[in-house]
């Protein structure tokens, strides 16, 4: 079951990732050229394929599409029933019957007003200001279906037609008489801007526009290497670009292209499947190793896709070849350079050229693993990436020659780019750094800078504890010498060595190697000599989480004892209490016990190294007896119960330390005095 739900997590993680590089792929990848306006022409001779129209950018398009927009005239209708509405309020209250009465001359001249007024049309004000703001001249105002042009400065407002009653009142009628009979309260706006009639003559107008401003024939040179792109050069190749794209099909196609995309991808994503699944059982069963690896994956994808679909950047200039560095870096070379196929396959569906690209992009994977075969330092990350830039250079130049015939044809700013990809392979250290803090992980650089004499904890070590250090350091050739005999981390296993018993600094006079005059256990009971032997391992973790050492290293202060006993206080006890029950838990370590190859060569190194001072004398025979009897013990006790290592790798251990402690202890001849 577990299983099972393990390979549904995994299997998840790589359909997602499959479904973002297809969500996000270049939906005009089919046109295999780059180009940009004043940028020279990177690829050979281009001539026309067919017949076919210059089309207009999208700027002259939409400049010749304003400047005839700018002729519009608006159009309106006349909201008839709501100026027969407004003569039939007015009729009503100044009629014989009505509320108010006036003399039938000024009734009968505001009528006929109101009745003209109507008929013309009046606009809103803020509609009149804002065609005065635009220029406008004239409009159009549509009556049963028939236009007739009105001059803008015509046009009637509330404002106005109020203005107009007073200004031609009949002889005998006083304004104030007028103005007191409110009439602006029958005087509304009927003129409202006919939408239809108005687009209608828009798009008539903007369709007369030709959307080409010529034709090339077939055959018909446009471009050849090297040659600046101009505008005209620019609008012929856009051209051809929409008509190839256009020609690929509609919707349907599209759709199908994508589901294309999408089942190459997984198909190649299942090939990297099987290789963790066959070949990397820990990497693959590991949700975190998985996340960091599809992440390797995904990144370089997405960037390519960005790269293709805005045409920002060269795709020379995105640093494939960090992947096989950081993958190598922190796990092993077969896996980076799995990884690394597996990126370029994918991006190389992208490109233009992508022979080319899959080729160039191969050989740099290879160089990088080649020139980290053995990451120790970080000066190697340079000259892996000055390898890279060879390899890239030497590679595109023998491609070029090849294809060209011809050294004068080379495109020199591809070597530019390169240059440039060379420049952000730089930042490989800090990007190491960062995945470092992300995922927990730790690199050989890292771990060579950690376990430097001249490093904090190890100098505070050495001065408070100068047994302890030299113990240490003892343990650490002891275990570095056994983990590369197995093929196992020595890198790893020296450093942990180094830290494992940090946390005797807190206590250091009641450990043998730091004992100068009295034993301070004297004055303890056998439970309370094991319990501050015993807190060293927690003292340890809480002085390499407070130095924030990477967890790789804390796991081997964790696991250096694993849950075995302080084995010199519980067999006293057992000797000073014969027959009593004895409390096995004040003896006994925490644990956890180790795990990997490294913290069992540790835990095995420990004991060796420190039960080999009490021997008195290093022979051969002594020293392989005493390693036998040590391991075989753990062995039993079931100390190495999970740890991977098996019966032949535990033989060549015991011989490492045989021979190693034989010459840490060897006899030295005594040299002569002068006899005088």
């Not at 009465?101 to 007024?117: E, G």
């Not at 892996?384 to 595109?396: E, G, K, Q, S």
């Not at 504890?465 to 030299?470: E, I, L, R, Y």
Request: charged content about 20%; aromatic content about 10%; glycine content about 6%.
């Amino acid at each position: 079951m577990k299983q099972k739900h393990q390979y549904l997590h995994t299997g998840l993680g790589y359909v997602i990732v499959a479904l973002l590089i297809g969500y996000f792929f270049p939906r005009e990848g089919t046109f295999k050229y780059q180009f940009f306006e004043g940028k020279p022409w990177r690829y050979g001779l281009l001539t026309a394929p067919n017949d076919f129209p210059i089309y207009k950018q999208e700027w002259q398009v939409k400049a010749e599409r304003d400047s005839i927009l700018r002729l519009f005239e608006p159009y309106y209708h006349i909201d008839s029933e709501r100026g027969v509405e407004q003569i039939q309020r007015f009729r009503q209250d100044f009629s014989l019957d009505g509320k108010r009465q006036i003399a039938s001359v000024c009734s009968t001249y505001i009528d006929r007003q109101l009745v003209r007024f109507y008929r013309m049309g009046i606009i809103e004000l803020k509609e009149l200001e804002e065609l005065r703001t635009e220029g406008k001249e004239r409009v159009h105002i549509m009556v049963n279906n028939v236009s007739r042009t009105v001059a803008v400065d015509n046009l009637l407002s509330v404002r106005t037609a109020y203005q107009s009653i007073l200004d031609n009142r009949p002889p005998g009628v006083q304004t104030s008489s007028l103005q007191s009979l409110d009439l602006n309260h029958y005087l509304v706006p009927n003129l409202a801007y006919d939408v239809v009639m108005a687009e209608k003559i828009q798009h008539e107008m903007v369709s007369s526009l030709s959307p080409s401003s010529g034709m090339v024939q077939a055959g018909e040179r446009i471009v050849d290497r090297g040659e600046i792109i101009n505008e005209h050069t620019y609008a012929v190749l856009q051209s051809l670009k929409t008509i190839h794209e256009s020609r690929s099909g509609g919707m349907k196609v599209q759709s199908l292209q994508s589901l294309g995309v999408f089942l190459l991808v997984c198909g190649i994503l299942f090939c990297y499947w099987l290789f963790l699944r066959s070949f990397r059982r820990k990497l693959f069963a590991s949700p975190k190793h998985t996340s960091f690896l599809l992440l390797c994956i995904l990144t370089p994808c997405l960037l390519t896709e960005w790269c293709m679909a805005t045409g920002m950047f060269n795709e020379y200039l995105i640093p494939y070849a960090i992947v096989p560095i950081m993958v190598c870096t922190f796990f092993d070379a077969r896996t980076a350079l799995f990884t690394h196929l597996v990126v370029v396959l994918i991006c190389s569906i992208m490109t233009p050229f992508p022979h080319e690209f899959l080729l160039m992009q191969t050989i740099a994977g290879m160089v990088a693993n080649y020139a980290l075969a053995d990451l120790s330092e970080r000066s190697q990350l340079l000259r892996c990436a000055a390898f890279i830039l060879l390899a890239y250079v030497l590679t595109y130049t023998c491609l070029a020659v090849y294809q060209q015939g011809n050294l004068s044809k080379i495109n020199t700013t591809i070597y530019l780019y390169l240059v440039l990809n060379f420049v952000l392979l730089m930042f490989a250290y800090l990007l190491i750094y960062i995945l470092e803090k992300i995922f927990g992980y730790i690199s050989p650089v890292t771990l060579v800078e950690l376990s430097n004499i001249n490093a904090p904890l190890l100098k505070q070590l050495s001065e408070t504890a100068p047994g302890t250090f030299q113990h240490s350091l003892q343990v650490s050739i002891l275990a570095s010498d056994a983990a590369s005999k197995i093929g196992s981390n020595s890198v790893l296993v020296r450093t942990g060595a180094m830290y494992h018993d940090i946390g005797k600094m807190n206590n250091p006079a009641f450990f043998t190697e730091n004992l100068h005059g009295g034993n301070p256990h004297d004055r303890l009971s056998f439970e309370q000599s094991a319990s501050v032997v015993i807190r060293h391992v927690f003292d340890g973790i809480r002085i390499a989480h407070k130095a924030g050492l990477p967890e790789a290293i804390t796991d081997f202060i964790h696991t250096h004892h694993g849950t075995g006993k302080a084995r010199y206080f519980y067999h006293s006890y057992l000797n000073a209490h014969p027959g009593e029950p004895v409390p096995e838990e004040s003896f006994t370590y925490p644990g956890p016990d180790p795990h990997s190859k490294e913290t069992s060569i540790l835990m095995m190194a420990d004991a060796v190294e420190a039960a080999s001072r009490s021997l008195k004398e290093h022979t051969e025979k002594n020293i392989r007896q005493l390693i036998d009897r040590i391991i075989d013990t753990q062995i039993a006790d079931g100390l190495h119960k999970y740890s991977p290592l098996t019966f032949r790798d535990i033989e060549k251990i015991k011989q490492v330390f045989c021979d190693k402690i034989q010459t840490m202890y060897h006899t030295r001849i005594s040299y002569p005095e002068d006899n005088k």
